[in-house]
């Protein structure tokens, strides 16, 4: 699988403003791609304005999803603040390149930005099917949860989309190495670049990691589309040699 990271800047909450530019970013891209990640929240930025900037599942980002899935012939992903039944989702979309799409909603809600004051929780776990990869969706947060990521069902490529701060980057760098490390899996976390609305900086740090801990593409801290492949076979080679998975812990989730 050919996966290209989309590593930018964010207008604070302007959608159309944040489309344009992951559109020519998009576009820039000229090999045959099968998955591009963009950040969370990639349409606002990281705001509690929910009211103010949600969009629903007939909105113009998730439209705009489809169409670049069916334009690049790849699948697109990436978090989207979504309304619903009179309540708000931090929202992961999985869009295929035939514009069907699956979607994820994000379980550990950041409480120390008050994240969980206007947002719902999600209820599942989620792993999308594609081109025989087995992927499972995470934001941000939810990072720090190993229980929740735990690989029980045997998935191949763990994402997390971020807007995670420059000032816990060790935190980031680590955990993503971890989750990769314990999970015997390919892992790619995908953050944004530059200052929020709340002065926040971002410097980025997007990456891609192997099955043994072992970085494909390097942190980077500057805007850029990074673009790697990754050999499944080699995986599961590595798998059934080490078999570490096959001493893992039973247990079971309560939402």
């Not at 705009?64 to 009179?86: D, F, H, P």
């Not at 069902?153 to 314990?182: C, F, G």
């Amino acid at each position: 699988m050919k996966i290209a990271l989309i590593q930018s800047d964010l207008v604070w909450e302007n959608a159309a403003a944040n489309r344009e530019n992951f559109d020519s970013k998009i576009n820039e891209i000229d090999s045959e791609i099968n998955l591009i990640v963009l950040p969370e929240m990639f349409s606002t930025g990281f705001t509690m304005n929910a009211s103010d900037v949600a969009e629903t599942m007939q909105g113009e980002t998730l439209e705009w999803m489809k169409w670049k899935a069916r334009q690049k012939n790849a699948a697109i992903t990436g978090s989207v603040i979504i309304t619903e039944n009179g309540v708000f989702f931090n929202r992961m979309f999985f869009v295929f390149p035939s514009g069907d799409f699956q979607y994820y909603d994000k379980r550990h809600l950041f409480s120390l930005a008050g994240e969980d004051q206007f947002y719902t929780p999600g209820t599942q776990k989620v792993i999308v099917d594609y081109l025989d990869w087995k992927i499972c969706l995470q934001i941000c947060y939810d990072l720090r949860f190993p229980v929740f990521a735990r690989n029980v069902e045997n998935y191949d490529l763990l994402l997390y989309v971020a807007n995670w701060p420059k000032v816990r980057t060790n935190a980031w760098d680590t955990l993503l190495s971890a989750r990769a490390i314990e999970n015997l899996c390919y892992v790619a976390g995908v953050n944004r670049v530059g200052f929020d609305d709340n002065d926040f900086e971002h410097n980025g740090h997007s990456q891609l990691i192997d099955f043994l801990g072992n970085y494909i593409i390097k942190p980077q801290e500057t805007e850029g589309v990074f673009v790697a492949e990754l050999d499944r076979n080699i995986m599961l080679e590595t798998r059934r040699k080490l078999n570490f998975l096959g001493d893992r812990d039973q247990f079971e989730l309560k939402f």
